[in-house]
């Protein structure tokens, strides 16, 4: 009797405590929205500013859409940036040549998907760990678009290229339903599909995935691959927002964004645990703070550090967990 009621009297606790877990990220967020205000004032909750918010972070939410799955798997992908790069300018290049817009985006996505392969072949394969062997990779994709571009950038050609990232549907640009309805496939495969139950097995115990029968060499090439046809959807707007790619500094620090909305999204660094929704929401929180920055006249200089204090609570918070 005594431990029925105790049983009863403890259920909200644990109500409250099981939202806290699951949706932390939520809260927080609706905590530096309510921040944010204070400090600006009514017209930072304006839609125009919500709507300008995301689509200054749908191209590198597209990345960490891509990064979270790495991560779950217990994996992490340095190169997402250099290869953003690398990537806009073959893409710029193809488009040139050919005039197709088609072709030029098939360019980008089948790009992408040869070098997550062979970063998923290198991690899987060569036992390289991924975090060396991305950086590897981050490194040559860095040179090659130098070397492509010499040094500059280089500019596309082809009317009605710019059309991708700079037009816009009910009220919206494309990059914003583009990156939502990334969200919404990631979520699904993550979710709902025997290939995101694999990746979480993998990220929780990999010897133990590989007992159970789990093809792990297959599905971690998978994830690679995934997150860089993701890195070359992104490079296609980046360089269609400007009509160019600039060798030097597209896609600089791309992946700190990335792993910083990944890890404040709740997903751990050792992976197997996380959300895609959590991604979804470290993103704008990482978009809320730029913009509250931004206005508030902080300098451009020290907003690294902000972002470095962030992930270094968000990994002390789960450490706590």
């Given at each position: 009797?005594?431990?029925?009621?105790?049983?009863?009297?403890?259920?909200?606790?644990?109500?409250?405590?099981?939202?806290?877990?699951?949706?932390?990220?939520?809260?927080?967020?609706?905590?530096?929205?309510?921040?944010?205000?204070?400090?600006?004032?009514?017209?930072?909750?304006?839609?125009?500013?919500?709507?300008?918010?995301?689509?200054?972070?749908?191209?590198?939410?597209?990345?960490?859409?891509?990064?979270?799955?790495?991560?779950?798997?217990?994996?992490?992908?340095?190169?997402?940036?250099?290869?953003?790069?690398?990537?806009?300018?073959?893409?710029?290049?193809?488009?040139?040549?050919?005039?197709?817009?088609?072709?030029?985006?098939?360019?980008?996505?089948?790009?992408?998907?040869?070098?997550?392969?062979?970063?998923?072949?290198?991690?899987?394969?060569?036992?390289?760990?991924?975090?060396i062997a991305t950086l590897g990779v981050?490194?040559?994709?860095?040179?090659?678009?130098?070397?492509?571009?010499?040094?500059?950038?280089?500019?596309?050609?082809?009317?009605?290229?710019?059309?991708?990232?700079?037009?816009?549907?009910?009220?919206?640009?494309?990059?914003?339903?583009?990156?939502?309805?990334?969200?919404?496939?990631?979520?699904?495969?993550?979710?709902?599909?025997?290939?995101?139950?694999?990746?979480?097995?993998?990220?929780?115990?990999?010897?133990?995935?590989?007992?159970?029968?789990?093809?792990?060499?297959?599905?971690?090439?998978?994830?690679?691959?995934?997150?860089?046809?993701l890195v070359g959807l992104a490079a296609?707007?980046?360089?269609?927002?400007?009509?160019?790619?600039?060798?030097?500094?597209?896609?600089?620090s791309y992946e700190l964004d990335a792993?910083?909305?990944?890890?404040?999204?709740?997903?751990?660094?050792?992976?197997?645990?996380?959300?895609?929704?959590?991604?979804?929401?470290?993103?704008?929180?990482?978009?809320?703070?730029?913009?509250?920055?931004?206005?508030?006249?902080?300098?451009?200089?020290?907003?690294?550090?902000?972002?470095?204090?962030?992930?270094?609570?968000?990994?002390?918070?789960?450490?706590?967990?």
């Amino acid at each position: 009797m005594n431990l029925e009621w105790e049983r009863r009297s403890n259920r909200p606790a644990h109500a409250l405590g099981w939202l806290w877990s699951e949706y932390s990220v939520v809260f927080a967020f609706l905590a530096i929205v309510l921040l944010a205000v204070i400090v600006n004032g009514g017209d930072f909750a304006s839609p125009t500013n919500f709507v300008n918010i995301l689509r200054q972070v749908s191209i590198i939410g597209i990345i960490s859409l891509g990064m979270s799955v790495v991560m779950l798997s217990g994996g992490i992908d340095l190169s997402v940036g250099a290869v953003l790069a690398f990537v806009g300018a073959i893409t710029i290049i193809v488009l040139n040549n050919t005039g197709s817009v088609l072709i030029a985006l098939v360019t980008a996505i089948g790009s992408g998907a040869v070098i997550g392969g062979l970063n998923g072949f290198m991690i899987t394969k060569g036992r390289i760990a991924s975090f060396i062997a991305t950086l590897g990779v981050m490194a040559a994709a860095r040179s090659l678009a130098l070397y492509i571009a010499d040094g500059g950038s280089i500019a596309g050609k082809v009317e009605g290229y710019t059309a991708i990232a700079n037009h816009e549907l009910l009220g919206l640009s494309y990059p914003i339903w583009i990156f939502l309805a990334v969200t919404a496939f990631i979520y699904v495969l993550m979710h709902k599909t025997k290939f995101g139950r694999y990746v979480y097995a993998i990220g929780s115990n990999e010897k133990a995935a590989i007992l159970s029968a789990i093809r792990v060499d297959r599905v971690k090439i998978g994830v690679y691959m995934l997150c860089s046809i993701l890195v070359g959807l992104a490079a296609v707007i980046e360089s269609s927002r400007l009509n160019s790619i600039s060798s030097a500094s597209s896609g600089l620090s791309y992946e700190l964004d990335a792993i910083a909305a990944v890890i404040i999204g709740g997903t751990r660094m050792t992976g197997g645990r996380g959300k895609v929704i959590g991604t979804f929401f470290g993103i704008l929180i990482l978009g809320v703070l730029n913009n509250t920055m931004n206005l508030v006249g902080v300098s451009p200089y020290l907003q690294g550090l902000v972002k470095g204090l962030i992930i270094i609570t968000a990994v002390l918070l789960q450490r706590k967990d």
